[in-house]
């Protein structure tokens, strides 16, 4: 039996959730060390308080592994900052417990002492899960560890709620609400190339962000911004959109995955900046429009295409639907978190 102790930041409960509560098979245990406190990914950086939070997760993480029969093999962590303090405790302690980062996101790499820390805490993890591949290269880089520690598996998500909005959605008509396009999110967000393509069109605009991601632009008449939704409302605004888009500021940073996919999966056509984070998803031109970076003239053209061809938007969004929920959902992933579990628990054996 392996014995994995898994950790999130989104994970409040010891129900087990994520990706391992869809792995098939007895000879895995897992065990849900929860989080408690709230992880705002939109954040650029971690505060020191939410730094805080991470090393006290980790801990208790770290000492839960158990002695005997009952010792874990392993941990499996999201996001950077959780993988990073068990790397230090596990090279502190010269523990050969394995260490799985999945979703590896980093964003942008470090110098100077974080950098340092970033260098000595991540040698000791034992496979980096990236949602995209460019992103391979430059951690691998980086950190000046070898580009075979590092695997791209596409991101997956939660598909339960897009479903129940797809059904409420099929209860209603959309008839005689005003067409509009949509923008949803803040990390990362190029909203003043969105602006300026959507201001020449006159067509109907909702950004929905935080304000620190339109602060130092202008909005039209013809733009809306809205913030503070639920995850619901955002699903059914996408729904009803006739236009989406997810415009990235930033080539190198994986950005927008989680809001284009849900789009995918909730049947549309999504238009989304051509960087790290988009060009492994989307095929240009079958299942969506990739639009190069910073081009607002590259975004009014592709605004207007789908904005005009009903035809065009709404087999593009069913091709996008049936790669999304075959590619893109935690059941499809798990098998692979799954193989990697047992190959991290052999070496390690």
């Avoid at 290269?137 to 980086?142: A, L, Q, R, T």
């Avoid at 729904?239 to 994986?254: E, G, H, Q, R, W």
């Avoid at 960087?275 to 095929?283: H, L, N, Q, T």
Wanted: proline share 3%; glycine share 8%.
């Amino acid at each position: 039996m392996i014995k994995c102790i898994v950790l999130t930041p989104f994970t409040h409960n010891s129900n087990i959730g994520w990706i391992p509560k869809h792995i098939q098979g007895n000879e895995l245990e897992f065990k849900v060390i929860p989080a408690g406190y709230h992880h705002d990914r939109s954040r650029v950086s971690s505060s020191f308080e939410q730094w805080f939070d991470f090393i006290k997760h980790a801990l208790r993480a770290w000492f839960s592994i158990g002695i005997g029969e009952n010792k874990a093999n392993g941990f499996i962590t999201c996001f950077p900052q959780l993988p990073l303090i068990l790397g230090c405790l596990k090279r502190l302690t010269f523990s050969k417990r394995f260490i799985l980062a999945w979703t590896f996101n980093l964003g942008r790499t470090y110098g100077g002492v974080k950098g340092k820390i970033a260098k000595f805490g991540f040698k000791a993890v034992d496979k980096f899960i990236v949602h995209s591949r460019d992103e391979i290269e430059i951690y691998s880089n980086w950190l000046n560890i070898p580009a075979s520690r590092f695997e791209f598996v596409p991101l997956a998500v939660q598909a339960d709620s897009i479903d129940d909005v797809l059904v409420e959605h099929q209860r209603k008509s959309a008839e005689g609400i005003e067409p509009y396009v949509l923008s949803l999110g803040t990390a990362n967000r190029d909203y003043s190339s969105l602006v300026k393509a959507i201001k020449k069109t006159g067509y109907k605009t909702i950004i929905v962000a935080g304000q620190s991601a339109v602060s130092d632009i202008q909005l039209p008449a013809n733009v809306e911004l809205m913030s503070g939704l639920s995850l619901k409302e955002c699903h059914k605004l996408a729904l009803k959109a006739v236009v989406n888009v997810v415009p990235i500021k930033d080539k190198d940073a994986p950005s927008g995955q989680v809001t284009f996919i849900e789009g995918m999966m909730l049947g549309r056509a999504m238009i989304v900046s051509n960087c790290s984070g988009s060009k492994d998803y989307i095929e240009s031109g079958r299942d969506g429009l990739l639009v190069e970076v910073g081009s607002a003239s590259d975004l009014e053209k592709a605004i207007k295409q789908f904005w005009e061809n009903k035809e065009l938007r709404v087999d593009m969004g069913k091709k996008a639907k049936a790669k999304a929920l075959q590619c893109y959902r935690f059941e499809s992933v798990a098998p692979t978190m799954r193989r990697f579990i047992f190959e991290l628990a052999n070496e390690k054996a």
